[in-house]
């Protein structure tokens, strides 16, 4: 049976977001926006090369999306964009819940709760999203 | 008959089923609402007795479906209070009906001309306008809100000149439950040699209208919202007004005489019903309206009313004070659409509305409600909404109200 969305580790995680630490002068930047609900998340990224060095969510948005920021920010060190698309895609995945269920790395397992509401997965991908577009297409 | 609400949940089979382990509690009626059994029932009899295409056919079935339809059309006349059916007009909804004004009153539209909207407007009655701003050169005006949610009559004055040709209003807001008194603007327009639409999305489903004395030139509502089938709707028009309308959708029914190189157009309102119309939705469309204007209206009205003050009053009993609840709208006791939201500090409303269905049954909108620019102008990402209905009953606002004491204890 799927666990309740608002049980504790996810409350956790959402809760630990004001722990992470902000950029002050960030080499990239960029906002991604949930027009259903307006979630938006701003990533802040320090850069070293092309793999993240430091990743700082800034976040107007739910418990499921701030849980989500807390998480990505907890594993962004070292990626690139190529990982960080696989990781996005291979959390896409798990959310939905195919047939062909992919593995997924332990932390991103918190967020099984939320694979049986589909209008919440947004929710859970749009700080990939912004980081993603950080990378890719950063604010000007 | 007395308006007996449990009478009336009776007739809404949906109301039966359960969400998860708890019944469903449904308080998200101005998104939209449910249909009574005669609605279905209806929509279903004409499918398997009468369906075939309108206006097109000799046969039979053909004309007892073009009777359907048109008789549609005239129950929807009839609710608006309208002496003249060929002044509605089906579309697939409120916000077709406002794209097709748009549309087509924009035609004649010049730089230099305005028209005037609010700040209190669903995307729906914004978005149309700004495309005809941005196809033809018009100017958009805004026309202010008040703090408690209401259009500033006292500022709609200055709003309208001599260059205004639409002010296209809500006539009862979806966020503030506000509702819009139309005469005073329908006056002030026409002394200014504009024209009034008004957007009666969310005051249609509360009991039939009278067009006539409101001064409006136009009106939309869509039937999902009034008890009645998703992808039908109305425009209605003045006469003489839609005569003057250029047609905008192009194609069968809607013509008089087609050649290769031009054609000629049917008369309102058909002119502006191109192709096969929503017949089925129609029939609908005017069962729900039958039904809704065979209620004690007036016992309706004072049964929400009643509801909706215990909400109100409930989600202030919450907040105890601490000034974390915040409700959009006219204050508890004055004069509002059986709607309230709310915003709740520190709460998203997508958590409220999450732990509402899941641990309550209760269904609530959570967001901005199609109308960024009012959220923007309260400061506010989005609100919590439950909008009553009907067959919403006392059980509905324990529910809502229960929900609400465990979203505290949940999301603190």
Redesign the interface.
Request: overall charge negative.
């Given at each position: 049976m799927e666990k309740n969305l608002y049980d504790d580790p996810i409350l956790q995680l959402a809760n630990a977001l004001e722990q992470t630490r902000p950029i002050g002068n960030p080499d990239r930047q960029a906002t991604a926006t949930n027009p259903l609900c307006g979630d938006r998340v701003t990533i802040q990224l320090e850069m070293d090369g092309d793999e993240i060095r430091h990743l700082y969510c800034q976040v107007r948005g739910c418990v499921v999306c701030r849980a989500s920021c807390t998480d990505l920010a907890r594993v962004a060190a070292g990626l690139d964009r190529a990982r960080l698309k696989t990781l996005r895609d291979t959390l896409e995945q798990f959310l939905k819940a195919s047939i062909d269920e992919p593995i997924v790395p332990a932390h991103l397992e918190v967020f099984a709760p939320v694979r049986a509401h589909r209008s919440r997965h947004r929710c859970v991908l749009l700080p990939y999203e912004a980081t993603l577009r950080a990378l890719t297409d950063p604010d000007g | 008959m007395r308006f007996d609400v449990d009478q009336v949940a009776g007739q809404f089979g949906i109301l039966n089923r359960r969400v998860g382990d708890h019944p469903l509690h449904y308080l998200d009626n101005a998104a939209t609402s449910q249909v009574p059994d005669c609605v279905l029932e209806a929509v279903a009899s004409h499918d398997r007795t009468r369906r075939a295409n309108v206006k097109r056919g000799v046969h039979r079935l053909s004309e007892e479906a073009d009777e359907a339809y048109e008789n549609a059309r005239m129950e929807v006349a009839k609710y608006l209070g309208v002496g003249c059916a060929d002044e509605v007009i089906f579309t697939g909804g409120a916000t077709a009906g406002i794209n097709l004004l748009a549309q087509s009153l924009g035609h004649d539209m010049r730089p230099g001309d305005e028209v005037l909207i609010s700040q209190l407007e669903h995307h729906s009655n914004i978005i149309p306008w700004q495309m005809l701003r941005a196809r033809t050169g018009i100017t958009l005006r805004f026309a202010p809100v008040t703090h408690d949610g209401r259009l500033d009559l006292s500022e709609i004055e200055g709003c309208i000149t001599r260059k205004t040709k639409l002010v296209a209003l809500t006539h009862g807001s979806n966020v503030t439950g506000s509702i819009t008194d139309a005469s005073p603007i329908a006056a002030l327009a026409h002394d200014r040699g504009a024209r009034l639409m008004l957007d009666g999305a969310q005051t249609a489903p509360h009991g039939p209208l009278d067009l006539t004395s409101l001064g409006a030139d136009y009106y939309v509502f869509s039937g999902h919202k009034v008890y009645g089938p998703s992808g039908i709707g109305i425009v209605w028009g003045r006469k003489e007004l839609l005569e003057e309308m250029p047609a905008v959708f192009g194609g069968g029914e809607m013509i008089e005489d087609v050649g290769l190189e031009r054609s000629t157009y049917a008369p309102p309102p058909h002119r502006f019903e191109a192709g096969t119309p929503p017949i089925t939705q129609a029939v609908g469309l005017a069962a729900a309206l039958e039904w809704l204007s065979s209620q004690d209206i007036e016992g309706l009205h004072l049964h929400l009313r009643g509801l909706t003050d215990q909400l109100i009053q409930g989600l202030e009993h919450i907040d105890r004070g601490q000034g974390r609840i915040r409700i959009l709208g006219p204050n508890r006791g004055e004069q509002r659409l059986p709607l309230v939201s709310f915003s709740v500090q520190g709460m998203?409303?997508?958590?409220i509305c999450?732990?509402m269905s899941?641990h309550h049954g209760v269904a609530l909108r959570?967001?901005?409600h199609c109308a960024?620019p009012l959220?923007d102008l309260y400061g506010l990402?989005?609100t919590s909404r439950a909008s009553l209905a009907a067959f919403n009953r006392q059980a509905d606002i324990d529910a809502f109200l229960g929900g609400m004491e465990h979203c505290f204890r949940?999301?603190g």
């Open positions: - | 998203h409303p997508h958590d999450q732990i899941d959570g967001g901005h960024q959220h990402d989005g949940v999301l």
